[in-house]
């Protein structure tokens, strides 16, 4: 569709999954927020921006490891004077060396004042309108109209293509929740236009109204409308138009041609988009209002059945809303012309007669300037402009002063004596006489002190009446303040708060007492209902009024004025755009991201974004007062009628409210908590202590420049590294947490040196250069990274995904990952297998992941092609159940989030299943294989490696994808491994390769890969991409129970189709995962051949308690398990079998053997043998959970069997086990006794019982013996019949072996062995009341596990 409205429905119909981007940042108008910071440099692990305000008062405490480290290294303090002489000079190589020094900023007494200055003058005059919003109490477009007939300058764009835009203000009130009923309908006069669709309740009730959450509290969801909402919103606005004679709007269907909004196009039936915009004037607007009003529920009642099923066009009605932030205007003016002007204009503005709600940011400039000397004004002057002063502005406790007895300043302090006038306003006793050319000086918060300010306590009198909630606002709550560090100052700043001072809360009663309506006189005897207004008790409500609050604080913020010229918006900053990692990180694109590449070079040939910002603040008169903004909400159907005016509104709330910060009570409460600078050093700071990143950004660019001309790549560290400097910048020119990429700037230093110091500081693994070659680099080996497969920490991610796309930024990484794991191999995995080939894995499995992303892309943008994006609409119920789509994007979600979705675990399967096929009843047949065909794994790498080999590639196909990062990454993937294959024959080599892709498959658990669409007998050559609804398993087919049993179980229960489908094909798959809690020991025989080993089986399992003797001796195990060893293979059966015996793996005192059964090692042996297996009558905490046991007996066998073991290199050392060792798996019943039960060791005394001496008082079996072991136990497991059962015998004796089999069912027991056991099986006693013995060695006390 190429028309306005259907590109427009295109956009809103994509389903945005976690991790996509915001939508374009620099394209909308955006309040002006502190918080704020562009999607660009947000980083996907950035801080929270209360770990900065905890920073300054807590510090981290705990042992220093070895090495130098951050807390070892030796803190030096250098002068903001210095910093200044190194930038004004440009001595780049001093200032880059300060970045490997710790750091701490010391301020020169002629770059820094104190607060209390007398030679500082104050002045708080200036006062702003930073933000607007006003929301109309009733349909229609009263929040658009001015009070005005006729206005010939009037004029409103009327936009109807903004689908997308989203409702952006994050402080005031609208009365209603806007998730899913904002629609923004253009601009009018200096305003942002929107038509909300609100709640008929919320309009109708002013209560419900009043009780929806203010906007700050940020608990709504997108506000944007659905695409089926905004295309009959659009056809309303369009009907309502078309009633107008004096526009060319036409409908011919007003309600399209089909009841499906899906099948027509708006520009079919109405030219209401043949332009983008329709400018109106104010007839046309008076006119639509009226229309809207008139039309609206008739038009509704018309509407077809199935456009009100959902309910939202039955329960809404529409509301204009305008908005305008940002705009900085001057207000409250002290000139009393102008002042008059103003409040005319408020008056003409707009009527408030029917606005609900006004939500205003009143912000007022706190400047300060030195001044050369203080002159006396004249005692004259004042008596004559003010009449009668005092001597406080406290009207309780002053008195009136006759000025002539009163000297101008105090003879010991030499300050001035003040004087206040009526209305308790400081009346300026001296006149500052100002340097030439003085500037004013520049003003930052006091992060460490202004906290306490917001909780200060402020005096009451009698009869001066404070509203309880005058500061709290409607949900009274503890100030939460965020502070934003400037300059890398630490501890001078910006700060926002959820409150404004508790000093205004006197001022905010004044102004409710003077405006707030009061309830009509009631005869409360009389029958008649009281006014809705009436409130008799007077909850909730303002005072004893029984009213609403006219005025509601809502929060504040603190900010030097200079951030409106260097950012309007956080979008707009130069220095928060990432714009040189950009302009490097293009160089990895493609052809369809060159254009976008090469503008990002240019713009940074042009300048770099620092040097931008150098040009924005050299003007002589930047400015450099302190704003202090604070947001209202006047609730105006509170107000008097007379009040409810512009003009009142101006005078009375607007006013008042801007000029309160001048006043002492609250001036001088503020004002310790000021940080004053020279006017020579603000805004100058910020390049100061920024001059050692900047220049290293920019001999990295002139490095750079170069090679991205000559078409070569930066190197991935590279990248990143100016990633991290532009982040580093950010963060010094907003003090925003979220543009810190954690995983890698915290172990290079950097949040640690501003966190704590301010300044920043690089790890000694960075180093830097003062030439131009190469100026900033680290070593692979020092990269940090995460995980055991060493995935490199990367900072650059936003710029990358919102700049070229999430396809090139996948690219990137794993190139990034392949090169890292080159130099920097993982000494954790794969250990049993050489380096090179441990290299070749690791590259593989790089490549499978990104191959894995790029399936994931594949099938999530196909599923939401075929799906309804429209939330609403998947909830309609069409009689057959919920929506199908609804529930296939339901587990498409949860199916993207499983960490192996080509596997079975954590039922990726069955979520693939249930999103692939549309109709439920294929289920059954699993995932579409439109070739009816399997593959290999072995067959998947060979096609991996022919399509993607370096000479003679063939033709890509499915299972690969031809667009997608991971072709070219597998490519890359080919070459890199060709490094450590065999040399001496391709054909060796590309075998090499594709054992690695297999080792990787069987890791990342690939058991099923998209296909192909089926070969037809059509013209052509048959297509052979990928496809998300055609797929082939990896696996081979075995039996693991009768179709019978089949049968028996799902007649037994009800049956969820895609469930038993997942598991017939888990069950079907040679390579498939499985888990020994899900199949009996009858299966066993099945599964334990597979080439995965068992989901119990894993180091998750098995809780160290972050021991490093446990966890060495964990890790060994799993790093180095070998299936092939027989020792293995018997502690992985052994494991399993003793999670069947849970938890009946201890032994009763009374069956002790006497000693004499306990001499030679083949006497001892039985005797231990024969012990019957009993429980505990103690509790202990994990005695019957299994998944542990299948982890816990095989690594104990391991360890104490393979000589490398770190276990076995302890006892060498220690002539013992570790004790931590001992008590842990002692407590579980793991030790040498069951050891030497199980048939897997030999005891040679009694003092086994207690542990004994390893190796000394028991034995391990010899390799002869042990090879014989496993060929029986192997054997037996060929005995699908009756070989589980004798295996149990094997382990635990005959009686035992019985006794699971009769209890659990697990296995069918063997009639005549079990009738053996039943013959000599003696009465039980039933008064036994034997004790069952753990055994703990006898170093060790017992430990509760």
Known sequence: MSDLEDNADDDLGTITFPGAARPGDQDEPRPFDLADVPSSVEAEDGLPQSEIFESLFLHQHGPAPAGRTWEQTRVQSVSLSTLSRTFKKQDTATAINLLHRRSVLRLDDDLYYQSDDDMLAWDGTKHFLDFFLVVGGSVGLHALLPNKVVDHTFSMALNLCLPTRLFRPKFGKLGFDPTGCMMAIGTGPSSELWLAFAPRENLEDLDIANDVPLLSERVHGDTRLSSSHFRMAVMFLAHALSKNPALSIYVMHPYGTDDDLSAWRIKDISNIYSQTTWDLRLDDVLELHNTIIAEWDDWVAAAPRTWKLDGWLLSRAPVAVACRYGQNQPIAHSNTRTHAIEARNWHAERSYASIRYVSVAIATDIACTRVKRWIEVPNEDI??????????PDPHIREELDLDDFPHRDPVTRRENNVYDEDGRRIPRLHGKLRRNAKPCGLLVNLETISELFSSYIPDHDDMVVDPDAYAGENASIPSVSIFPQAFLRTMGHIQCNAILPHFAPFISDIRRSTSRRPRTVNLNDDDPLPDEYDLFGDRLDGENGIPPVLIPSACQFYNEISHRIRPSAALHDIQQGRITSALAGAYGNAATKITHNARVRECKTSLPHQRYDNKISLDDVPRALRLENIYIIQCDSLKPEKRNGMSIYKDIIVPLASAWSHPNIFQALRPHICVFASQAFPQVYQWTTFGLTSLLERLWAYQLPLLEAGNKPRHEAVELCSVLERALAYAHTGNARVLAARLMRPLWLIQSMLEQGLPTFAPSVRTTTTINNPITISAADWPTSDNLNVPAIASKRTQVLTYGNDHFEAYKAGFHIELSINKLSPHVFLQYTTQERHCIVIALVALRSYIADVKTLVATAIKKECSADPDEMDVDDGRGPSRDKDRLKSLQKWLTCDHPLGYKDRAYEHLLRCVVIDPNDFSEGLPNTSKEKLSVQDFAARICAMTRVESPTSVAAPLILTAPSTAVFRMAYSRMLKYAPANSPAAAEKCIQRSYIIAANNLQIQHIPWHAPNTAGRGRPSRKAMHNSWVNLGKSIVVDSPSSVAARTNSRSVDMAAEAAKKAQASDARAPWAVESITLQSLPDFFARDCLPDEFSLEQIECSRDPMLTEIYEWVFANFDREKPVHKIALLAGIYFSHVLPDMFWDVKDKPSNDKMVGERSATNAIRNLPWKSNKGTRKGSTWRPQFIAMVPAYIISVYERESPLRDYLARKKAFPGQWNAKNSAKG????????????????????????????????????????????????????????????????????????????????????????????????????????????????????
């Open 1230 to 1345: 793991i030790g040498s006794l069951n050891l030497v039960r199980m048939g897997l060791a030999k005891a040679r005394s009694s003092r086994i019982f207690k542990g004994g001496a390893p190796l000394a008082d028991w034995v391990l079996l010899t390799n002869e013996e042990l090879a014989a072991k496993s060929k029986e136990l192997m054997g037996l497991l060929q005995d699908r019949q009756y070989g589980p059962f004798k295996i149990a015998v094997s382990f635990f004796g005959l009686d035992k072996a019985v006794d699971i089999g009769a209890t659990t069912g697990t296995y069918t027991n063997h009639p005549a062995m079990t009738s053996i056991a039943l013959k000599k099986r003696p009465a039980p006693d039933a008064d036994s009341d034997s004790e069952v013995e753990i055994i703990e060695h006898a170093q060790h006390k017992r430990h509760r596990q």
């Open 383 to 392: 008596i004559q402009e003010h009449g009668v002063v005092y001597d406080s």
